[in-house]
């Protein structure tokens, strides 16, 4: 069993960063491929970046590459999602999830454990 926090959203201007953060309870969160999801009003939830949990390979929707780098911390069993140059469209409820399974997992129905989700709105 994970259970997954998130924290660090908040009201950004566009052009900003953010930094989200994850951290997961279980002595098992190395096991599993990390992955963050987001939603927008009246939208579908979408992947937007996953990282292994062996190779720590990350992987990206192809929208966000350049601006999104995830990363995690086998210490603090935290994982991060760092945005960079904001932008409105980036507006969304983001959430982190779990799978253990290892694998560029890109679809929520991989994944076996969610956080409730961190508010991200951007101001243009």
């Known amino acids: 069993q994970v259970q997954l926090v998130e924290s660090g959203g908040g009201l950004v201007r566009a052009g900003g960063s953010l930094r989200l953060s994850c951290a997961a309870s279980?002595?098992?969160?190395?096991?599993?491929?990390m992955g963050w999801f987001r939603q927008a009003p009246g939208q579908e939830r979408e992947f937007v970046a996953g990282?292994?949990?062996?190779?720590?390979?990350?992987y990206y929707r192809d929208s966000v590459k350049g601006r999104f780098t995830i990363s995690r911390d086998g210490d603090k069993n935290t994982v991060y999602l760092q945005i960079d140059s904001l932008k409105p469209e980036d507006t969304a409820v983001y959430s982190c999830?779990?799978?253990?399974?290892?694998?560029?997992?890109?679809?929520?129905?991989?994944?076996?454990?969610w956080g409730q989700g961190t508010h991200v709105t951007v101001s243009s």
């Open positions: 999830a779990a799978s253990p399974r290892e694998c560029r997992c890109t679809y929520a129905r991989e994944y076996d454990y």
């Open positions: 279980g002595r098992t969160f190395n096991s599993y491929t």
């Open positions: 990282i292994t949990w062996t190779g720590r390979v990350p």
